[in-house]
Nanobody, 115 residues
Framework: QVQLVESGGGLVQPGGSLRLSCAAS????????MGWYRQAPGKQRELVAG???????NYADSVKGRFTVSRDNAKNTVYLQMNSLKPEDTAVYYC?????????WGQGTQVTVSS
């Protein structure tokens, strides 16, 4: 049974950095696109960053130049390096991945940017 588990969230001051990880486990035969979404209180879930199986990336305009998404296929893991964090980045961050020709979601990890 496939699972996605996020880690690395927490409380950070404005201008600080965090690195999120999302590791897939279980009976994995294939992993395609992977990505990160976030949802702030009272707002809809939005795409933050995505990466395809061949390494193509895309980012939300609000995080472009500050966040970097990457993946390590040997570890079945996708990362999100977040720099120059702003209070507006505060949200629950969710990992998404196409695994075994189906879509899976992680449970989310809280990121809070506050002084």
């Amino acid at each position: 049974q496939v699972q996605l588990v996020e880690s690395g969230g927490g409380l950070v001051q404005p201008g600080g950095s965090l690195r999120l990880s999302c590791a897939a486990s279980g009976s994995i035969f294939s992993i395609n696109a992977m990505g990160w979404y976030r949802q702030a209180p009272g707002k809809q879930r939005e795409l933050v960053a995505g990466i395809t199986s061949y390494g193509s990336t895309n980012y939300a305009d609000s995080v472009k130049g500050r966040f970097t998404v990457s993946r390590d296929n040997a570890k079945n893991t996708v990362y999100l390096q977040m720099n120059s964090l702003k209070p507006e980045d505060t949200a629950v961050y969710y990992c998404k991945a196409g695994i075994n020709w189906r879509e899976y979601w992680g449970q989310g990890t809280q990121v809070t940017v506050s002084s």
